[in-house]
């Protein structure tokens, strides 16, 4: 862990960013004493649904994808 003053982490942002991009933790004190801390932010993951929920939940089809291609085929939507 490294310690630095607010001067030199203005003057020195870029660097100490990179330290903490590879996993190490920073402290910024004002007057001597700790302010921040800067650490390895971890990502949010957004948990996605379970596709055979996701599939149960969608409406069933009367038509067959044929008959529904030929459909929009015939009419003046196509």
Known sequence: ??????????????????????????TITKRGRPVVRLIPSTPVRQQLPNLDELRSRLPQQDESAGEFIRRLRETDRY
């Open 1 to 26: 862990m490294e310690t630095v003053t607010l001067a030199e982490a203005k003057a020195q942002l870029s660097r100490l960013v990179a330290l903490v991009e590879a996993g190490e933790e920073v």
